[in-house]
């Protein structure tokens, strides 16, 4: 069936009011009358189980990144003390610098948009030495539990996805804890069995954060961060993979889809090597860099056993084009990617009738495909 797409701010329609992941800028989006709610869709969606629509990121998905969950303001020109994570919702339109839950210092590049760590910064100097220098962080030393109460009483949407991300995974915190890529892939190589033990303990970490976060929020959904390559090659081999990383992230993977949670990685780079492994895991959705993989391949190989998260296929952020153009990348991107379920776009625009458009042609389009 043909369904029509209804004008921008057409009466009748239903709207919703949400925040996008990065800026904290408000949108407004259309809801349309649907035949299951938007949390029942995306599991299906993620599962590859008969999807009725492609989730629409505007309004079905309600996301919280780390650093919302508990943190305080940076003031400019200083250094604030522990951050839980990079102020993504605000992009600081400044330099600064913050220490982590750990104490590795960060320091936000206004010009990058995002975090790195900072010059100098090393607080392990051997892995083998982890377990005297590393301390890992007190969850109830912070403010989570009053940041949550207000969440729920403020702003929690119950016919949303809850959406959280538990911060940055295994490889990502040996790389910083040793002060950087070079040292980090170093120990991989010549201290195997001290990275082993220390990610098996930091995936031990990660699952008792994941259990704090569940007992405060209705969990539907989580994002894990792992970066695994650069854009040309991974960082590190399919041996040191089965050795060393499988195992403890397999650990983590079970224990939160073992809760009932859709299960998300985000790692960049160039990784389709890894593809089987990923597919192996039990990872339910895969966040990554488009211009690094050729995505419209591995769904055709993986897609019956891993979807994925997209932007719009061949959107450019800050690039204008007209409503027909908008609706045709609408179109092509759920052709490429929706077949058999397995697909949410992330989406980015926020000019409130291209709004309108994307999320109208998104639901509509993606009813009529899955309809036939």
């Not at 295994?170 to 001290?194: K, Q, R, S």
């Not at 033990?197 to 976060?213: G, K, V």
Request: charged share 25%.
């Amino acid at each position: 069936m043909k369904y029509p797409r209804p004008a921008f701010n057409a009466p009748g329609i239903k709207t919703t009011n949400n925040k996008t992941t990065f800026g904290g800028a408000r949108i407004t989006a259309p809801v349309f009358d649907a035949p299951v709610s938007a949390r029942e869709n995306f599991r299906n969606a993620a599962l590859r189980n008969d999807p009725k629509w492609v989730p629409v990121s505007y309004s079905d998905i309600q996301s919280l990144l780390t650093n919302e969950m508990a943190d305080e303001k940076p003031a400019e020109g200083s250094r604030p003390g522990i951050q839980l994570g990079p102020r993504f919702t605000e992009i600081p339109q400044y330099d600064y610098t913050f220490l982590d839950p750990f104490g590795n210092s960060w320091s936000w590049v206004k010009q990058a948009g995002g975090a790195m760590l900072t010059p100098g910064t090393q607080l392990l100097g051997d892995i083998r030495d982890w377990e005297k220098v590393i301390k890992f962080p007190v969850f109830d030393d912070w403010n989570f539990k009053e940041t949550a109460e207000r969440f729920m009483r403020e702003a929690y949407d119950p016919d949303k996805v809850m959406h959280i991300n538990v911060g940055q995974g295994l490889t990502e915190m040996l790389v910083a804890f040793l002060g950087g890529y070079e040292d980090g892939m170093t120990a991989l190589a010549i201290e195997p069995e001290a990275c082993a033990d220390f990610f098996e303990r930091f995936a031990t970490f990660i699952i008792d954060f994941f259990e704090f976060l569940d007992g405060l929020y209705p969990i539907d959904f989580i994002t894990y961060h792992d970066d695994w390559g650069t854009e040309r090659d991974t960082f590190f081999s399919e041996k040191m993979m089965e050795e060393l990383v499988y195992g403890p992230t397999k650990r983590i993977v079970d224990h939160i889809k073992g809760k009932g949670k859709v299960f998300e990685l985000h790692t960049c780079g160039k990784i389709e090597r890894f593809m089987p492994y990923m597919c192996d895991l039990g990872i339910d959705l895969l966040q990554i860099q488009r211009r690094a993989n050729d995505m419209p391949m591995l769904k055709k190989k993986y897609g019956d056993r891993i979807g994925f998260c997209t932007t719009i296929e061949g959107m450019v952020t800050g690039v204008r084009y007209s409503n027909d153009k908008i609706s045709e990348m609408v179109r092509n991107t759920v052709d490429l990617y929706g077949k058999g379920g397995g697909l949410y776009p992330w989406l980015f625009e926020s000019d409130p009738e291209k709004v309108w458009l994307i999320a109208s042609e998104l639901y509509w389009y993606s009813k009529e495909f899955y309809e036939k």
